[in-house]
């Protein structure tokens, strides 16, 4: 089971990734060492692999930088669940093979260190059991984020086209 760390509303990218560290700290490996470094002091430390961050609303807001998708991805997080997203963070986070989970009913029930599990083909949550649906993902978004991104994915699509070609 995931461990839930829970925050609130309005989680700019300045504070997912702190913007001081956007043109020094260049080796992506190095970047979960700052998530969240700003808000919470023991995630980077204490995260897990598989583990969920649930916020408020408009998760993500702020400037474009991948870089606060890609901390909590390469610190672990499986998923992001969010009262709502800035759109642009959504997108990155799709690309990037982090989900990104639309569900205002969890994030409500869900407290900072409840367990959590994602069943993603049936578009459920649980969190200490309880079931929270949340809207299904496009099968082309599935298909991004099981391959790990969309760089991934379209490598693995190319790959597929020149297999047929060659058949």
């Known amino acids: 089971m995931s461990k839930i760390w829970k925050y609130g509303d309005d989680i700019n990218t300045d504070v997912i990734f702190p913007g001081k560290y956007t043109y020094s700290v260049r080796d992506p490996q190095e970047y979960p060492k700052y998530a969240l470094e700003d808000l919470d002091p023991n995630f980077a430390t204490q995260v897990q692999m598989g583990d969920v961050v649930v916020a408020g609303k408009n998760f993500g807001n702020g400037s474009s930088r991948e870089q606060a998708v ?59 059991e309880t079931p929270f649906e949340f809207p299904p993902f496009s099968e082309t978004a599935v298909q991004i984020m099981e391959a790990g991104g969309l760089v991934a994915f379209v490598k693995r699509k190319l790959a597929k086209e020149r297999e047929a070609q060659t058949s």
């Not at 690309?95 to 639309?102: F, S």
């Not at 029930?109 to 578009?123: K, M, R, S, V, Y």
């Open 70 to 128: 890609t901390c909590l991805k390469l610190a672990g997080v499986q998923a992001v669940v969010a009262v709502s997203f800035a759109r642009i963070y959504y997108r990155n986070a799709i690309n990037n093979g982090l989900l990104a989970i639309t569900c205002p009913a969890a994030v409500a029930f869900a407290q900072a260190g409840d367990t959590c599990h994602i069943d993603l083909p049936n578009h459920t949550l649980y969190i200490n």
